[in-house]
């Protein structure tokens, strides 16, 4: 029986339930992060304390809700976490798994501020977008995670080649002409004769991104990440490297190729169809 007269209101509510079984990726973005990251003087082209930032806000919406994501994959100033296809979490309410992760993300990311950014003073509260984008099959997800990494490749040797231009005297204008229509291979090959630059040394979470993963039950990487673990207040610039935002070791952080197939080969439970 009706509460009250007023309850027929609820009738106009949407059902929003993500499709059962398939992927769903949720990714979030810094809103205005061009103007929010000169606002706090971020280090160009990277600055490896605002990106252990996002990893430390990314590590607790892992944790909070460790049954239901499989990992998550950031860069720059977005992130993707992955649901995993069987989760029930919230009935599969788009709306409320959405609002309530980047809500989330946004809270740690102010929460860790401080953690990360040192006495840099947070100059006001920053905002996140997200859209939720399902996946029917494994394939489709791993092209989903391919795209995001090909995007950090192609966006981070351009900036990295850009800001070498300009250290070296070059005006901004200068070096964006002196780039456009520049191949992979010819932006590596100016870093290398003209700055003595070898892109590939350049940090591995810079040229990769960032792929947290909850490191239990199986333990897998337990070994070799604790050998590399990064320690508090070090830039993440090994392979492996603890998150940091609680630094309770239950998570490990990547910055690995996910294009290719050796790193999914050797671990094949991360997309297994029970999950
Ligand atoms: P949006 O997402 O449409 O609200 O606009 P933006 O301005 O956030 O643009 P987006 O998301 O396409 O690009 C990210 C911006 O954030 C881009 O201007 C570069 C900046 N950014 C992200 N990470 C870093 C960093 O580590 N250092 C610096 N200097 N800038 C960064
Ligand atoms: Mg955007
Ligand atoms: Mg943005
Ligand atoms: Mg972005
Ligand atoms: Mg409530």
């Given at each position: 029986?009706?509460?009250?007269?007023?309850?027929?209101?609820?009738?106009?509510?949407?059902?929003?339930?993500?499709?059962?079984?398939?992927?769903?990726?949720?990714?979030?973005?810094?809103?205005?992060f061009?103007?929010?990251?000169?606002?706090?003087?971020?280090?160009?082209?990277?600055?490896?304390?605002a990106?252990?930032?996002?990893?430390?806000?990314?590590?607790?919406?892992?944790?909070?809700?460790?049954?239901?994501?499989?990992?998550?994959?950031?860069?720059?100033?977005?992130?993707?976490?992955?649901?995993?296809?069987?989760?029930?979490?919230?009935?599969?309410?788009?709306s409320?798994?959405?609002?309530?992760?980047?809500?989330?993300?946004?809270?740690?990311?102010v929460?860790?501020?401080n953690?990360?950014?040192?006495?840099?003073?947070?100059?006001?509260?920053?905002?996140?977008d997200?859209?939720?984008?399902?996946?029917?099959?494994?394939?489709?997800?791993?092209?989903?995670?391919a795209?995001?990494?090909?995007?950090?490749?192609?966006?981070?040797?351009?900036?990295?080649?850009?800001?070498?231009?300009?250290?070296g005297g070059?005006?901004?204008?200068?070096?964006?002409?002196?780039?456009?229509?520049?191949?992979?291979?010819?932006?590596?090959?100016?870093?290398?004769?003209?700055?003595?630059?070898?892109?590939?040394?350049?940090?591995?979470?810079?040229?990769?991104?960032?792929?947290?993963?909850?490191?239990?039950?199986?333990g897998?990487?337990?070994?070799?990440?604790?050998?590399?673990?990064?320690?508090?207040?070090?830039?993440a610039?090994?392979?492996?490297?603890?998150?940091?935002?609680?630094?309770?070791?239950?998570?490990?952080?990547?910055?690995?190729?996910?294009i290719?197939?050796?790193?999914?080969?050797?671990?094949?439970?991360?997309?297994?169809?029970?999950?």
């Open positions: 029986m009706a509460c009250s007269r007023f309850e027929y209101v609820k009738a106009f509510e949407r059902h929003d339930r993500l499709l059962p079984g398939c992927w769903a990726v949720i990714r979030l973005d810094g809103r205005s061009t103007n929010f990251s000169k606002a706090h003087a971020f280090a160009k082209p990277n600055d490896s304390r990106l252990r930032l996002c990893n430390a806000a990314a590590e607790a919406v892992l944790r909070d809700f460790d049954q239901h994501l499989a990992f998550a994959y950031g860069e720059s100033d977005e992130f993707s976490f992955v649901l995993k296809r069987q989760s029930a979490l919230f009935a599969r309410r788009e409320k798994i959405l609002s309530t992760v980047v809500s989330l993300f946004s809270s740690a990311y929460f860790y501020w953690k990360f950014m040192g006495d840099v003073p947070l100059k006001g509260p920053p905002s996140f997200g859209r939720v984008v399902l996946y029917p099959t494994t394939k489709h997800l791993r092209d989903y995670l795209w995001r990494q090909a995007d950090t490749h192609v966006n981070n040797l351009f900036n990295t080649a850009f800001w070498a231009l300009v250290k070059k005006s901004q204008r200068e070096s964006e002409e002196i780039l456009k229509g520049t191949s992979s291979k010819e932006k590596n090959e100016m870093l290398f004769t003209e700055y003595g630059i070898n892109y590939n040394d350049e940090d591995a979470m810079f040229r990769k991104g960032s792929f947290i993963v909850s490191n239990l039950p199986s897998r990487w337990g070994g070799e990440v604790s050998l590399k673990r990064t320690r508090e207040g070090e830039a610039s090994s392979e492996c490297g603890m998150a940091g935002g609680d630094g309770d070791g239950k998570f490990v952080t990547l910055h690995v190729d996910i290719g197939d050796t790193f999914w080969n050797e671990n094949p439970d991360l997309l297994a169809p029970s999950d």
